[in-house]
């Protein structure tokens, strides 16, 4: 069973960016596909960004695409989202999320996919 923790959260202005780290432990870290989700106050959990085990395979939401990198490290056991050109509604907690993976280029977006979660990282964007 994989552990995550992610960390580099912190206050920004628009415009602005940041890196989350996630950090996984207790697995295999290149068997699993990962993904970044978020979640505002009073709102459901939506999805960000998703990596395939390999890397190779990339997937966005429409209100990051082109803003948002995700990217994996597997010799680190950790996968990055960059965040540029930051607005205030990227205001969230984001989380990572694991999924064991068959397929190297498997890229997952729906939540329930994801039996693996971290505990979040909060990111402020001020105006």
């Known amino acids: 069973q994989v552990q995550l923790v992610e960390s580099g959260g912190g206050l920004v202005q628009a415009g602005g960016s940041l890196r989350v780290s996630c950090a996984a432990s207790g697995g295999t870290f290149s068997r699993y596909a990962m993904g970044w989700f978020r979640q505002a106050p009073g709102k459901e959990r939506d999805f960000v960004a998703a990596i395939s085990r390999s890397g190779d395979s990339t997937y966005y939401a429409d209100s990051v695409k082109g803003r948002f990198t995700v990217s994996r490290d597997n010799a680190k056991n950790t996968v990055y989202l960059q965040m540029n050109s930051l607005k205030p509604e990227d205001t969230a907690v984001y989380y990572c999320?694991?999924?064991?993976?068959?397929?190297?280029?498997?890229?997952?977006?729906?939540?329930?996919?994801?039996?693996?979660w971290g505990q979040g990282t909060q990111v402020t964007v001020s105006s």
């Open positions: 999320a694991a999924a064991p993976a068959g397929l190297t280029g498997l890229v997952i977006s729906k939540a329930y996919q994801y039996p693996y």
